[in-house]
C-alpha cells in the first residue's frame, strides 16, 4: 500500500515550511533514516529524514515552494515489492506518514509530527488529487454550513488580504478555490472578513488595513513589493499576541558601568592564548553583553519567584535560570538561549554566545537551542539607543532591555562627577511579576553590574 508523505512539524510552534530542496527524485530507493529533504521554518533549515523504506512513486510538491503547511501531502512512497506508477495515482487515498527530522531535533517535536491536527489532516496541497464530487461544496459554503474545498495556497493568500475564501467562487476541480479565484477576488475588492458584523454583544476585534487599503494611500509605481518571509510572519504574528494577551509593566533603572569595565578590560588581559588555524587567539573575549547575560541570570537566582511562566491554570517556576538573548539575522531576530547561565563562568557564556550568534545568523540552530528560556536580554546600546521598552517572548515573564553606557554627571557624597552610566528597562508580564517583585529583582541585577567582582564566585 502507498505510503503518504507529510510535511513534518520542525518545532511545536510550526504551521507552515518551505520546501527548500528535495535530496531524492522519484524512482529512487530509500531506506529508513535517509535524509530525503531540506525544509526551511521561520527559524533554520534543517534535514528531514525518511521513516519508511520504499521507492519513491510521486513527489507532489515541487522544491523550492513556499508556505507548505504542516502535514500536508509532499511526496508519495511505494512499498516495498508495490508497482511505483500505481502507488502514485493511488497515494491520496493512503494513510499519511510524517517524515522525522534529522536526529538533533528534540523527540517531543518528531512526535508531534506524527500526531497531525484535524484541520491538518484536511488540508491538500495544490498539486494534489481533487476531492470527489460527491464531496464537493457550493461556492457559498459559508451560508450552508458546509467546508469550502480550497487550496493551501490560495487559503494563505486569502487570510494575508483578509479575504473570505468561502465567499469566493472556485474555478478549480469540482468548485475548488484555487490562487487566481482568490487574486481574482482580491483585484475586485472581494468580501473582507474585517467587514462581518460581530456577534451580538461580543466586542468588535481590531484588524489592520487590508492590502488594498495601504496600497491605495500611495501612488502607482512609487513602491515595490516584498512578501513576507516565513520568519517576518512568525514575528509579527507572535508579537501581536504578546502585546494584545500579556499587560506589560515596565521598569527602568541606572546602573554604573566603570567597576564592571575595569575588570572586564583586566579579564580580557588576562585570557591565556590558544592555538587555531588562524595562529593564537585568546582563549576568551568578554563583551559587556556577555557580563549582562550573567548579572541577570544570578538576579533570577536570587529572586527565584520572578523565575516564572504564567499558565492559565497555574504558575510554572523554573529550577534553572536559561537566558535568551536577542541577536539581529537578516530579515528579523531570533533568540538562542544560554542554558545554566547563573551556573556558568563568564568566559563559557562568552565563547557560548560567539557560537550561538554565527550559527544563528547562518540560520543553522537546533530548535532545542532557540525554544524555550525563562527570561530574554535584548541590547541596543551598541547602536546608542539610550534606552527602550522590550516586548516579552511568551513563554518568558520578563525581557531586560539594555541602553548604551554613555558618560553622565552623577551625583557622588554631594559632588558632582562624571561616571559611565547605562540605562535599563524590565519588561514583566504583571500576571507573573508585579511591580515590588520586579524592582526587587532589578535591585539584584544592579547589584551584581556595579559590584562585578561577585560574578566571578
Not at 143 to 158: D, K, N, Q, V
Not at 237 to 244: D, Q
Not at 379 to 394: Q, Y
Amino acid at each position: 500500500m502507498p505510503i503518504n508523505i507529510t510535511m513534518p512539524a520542525l518545532s511545536p510552534t510550526m504551521e507552515e515550511g518551505n520546501l527548500a530542496k528535495w535530496l531524492v527524485k522519484e524512482g529512487d530507493k530509500v531506506s529508513s533514516g535517509d535524509v530525503i529533504a531540506e525544509i526551511e521554518t521561520d527559524k533554520a533549515t534543517m534535514e528531514v529524514e525518511a521513516v519508511d523504506e520504499g521507492t519513491v512513486a510521486k513527489l507532489v510538491v515541487p522544491a523550492g515552494t513556499e508556505g507548505v503547511k504542516v502535514n500536508a501531502l509532499i511526496a508519495i512512497l511505494a512499498a516495498e515489492g508495490e508497482d511505483a506508477g500505481a502507488a502514485a495515482k493511488g497515494g491520496g487515498d493512503a494513510p499519511a506518514k510524517a517524515e522525522a527530522p534529522k536526529a538533533d531535533t528534540p523527540k517531543t517535536e518528531a512526535a508531534k509530527a506524527e500526531e497531525p491536527k484535524a484541520e491538518a489532516k484536511k488540508a491538500e496541497p495544490a498539486s494534489a488529487p481533487a476531492p470527489k464530487a460527491d464531496a464537493a461544496p457550493a461556492s457559498d459554503g459559508a451560508a450552508s454550513g458546509e467546508r469550502t474545498f480550497a487550496s493551501p495556497l490560495a487559503r494563505r493568500i486569502a487570510k494575508d488580504a483578509g479575504v473570505d475564501v468561502s465567499a469566493v467562487k472556485g474555478s478549480g476541480p469540482h468548485g475548488r478555490v484555487v490562487k487566481a479565484d482568490v487574486e481574482a477576488a482580491i483585484a475586485g475588492g472581494g468580501k473582507a472578513k474585517a467587514d462581518a458584523k460581530p456577534a451580538a454583544g461580543a466586542a468588535p476585534t481590531p484588524k489592520s488595513m487590508s492590502d488594498e487599503q495601504v496600497l491605495k494611500l500611495f501612488e502607482e509605481g512609487s513602491y515595490e513589493l516584498i512578501p513576507h518571509d516565513n520568519m517576518r510572519k512568525t514575528i509579527a504574528r507572535r508579537l501581536v499576541e504578546a502585546k494584545s494577551t500579556i499587560p506589560h509593566f515596565y521598569l527602568t533603572i541606572d546602573c554604573d558601568l566603570d567597576a564592571l569595565l575595569k575588570l572586564r578590560a583586566e579579564l580580557n588581559a588576562a585570557s591565556p592564548m590558544r592555538k587555531t588555524e588562524k595562529g593564537e587567539v585568546p582563549a576568551y573575549k568578554l563583551s559587556v553583553n556577555d557580563m549582562v547575560i550573567k548579572a541577570m541570570a544570578l538576579a533570577l537566582r536570587d529572586v527565584p519567584t520572578a523565575n516564572v511562566s504564567w499558565t492559565e491554570t497555574a504558575m510554572v517556576k523554573h529550577k534553572t535560570v536559561d537566558v535568551g538573548v536577542a541577536v539581529s539575522i537578516p530579515g528579523g531576530l531570533i533568540t538562542p538561549i544560554i542554558r545554566h547561565a547563573d551556573t556558568k563562568t563568564l568566559s563559557t557564556i562568552a565563547n557560548e554566545m560567539k557560537d550561538l550568534a554565527a550559527r544563528a545568523r547562518n540560520k543553522k540552530l537546533k530548535p532545542e537551542e532557540y525554544q524555550g528560556g525563562t527570561t530574554a536580554v535584548s541590547n541596543l546600546g551598541m547602536f546608542g539607543v539610550k534606552d527602550f521598552a522590550a516586548v516579552i517572548n511568551p513563554p518568558h515573564a520578563t525581557i531586560l532591555a539594555v541602553g548604551a553606557g554613555e558618560q553622565r554627571p552623577v551625583v557622588k557624597n554631594g559632588e558632582i562627577k562624571i561616571a559611565t552610566i547605562m540605562s535599563v528597562t524590565l519588561s514583566t508580564d504583571h500576571r507573573a511579576v508585579d511591580g515590588a517583585l520586579g524592582a526587587e529583582l532589578m535591585v539584584a541585577f544592579k547589584r551584581y553590574i556595579e559590584n562585578p567582582m561577585g560574578m566571578l564566585v
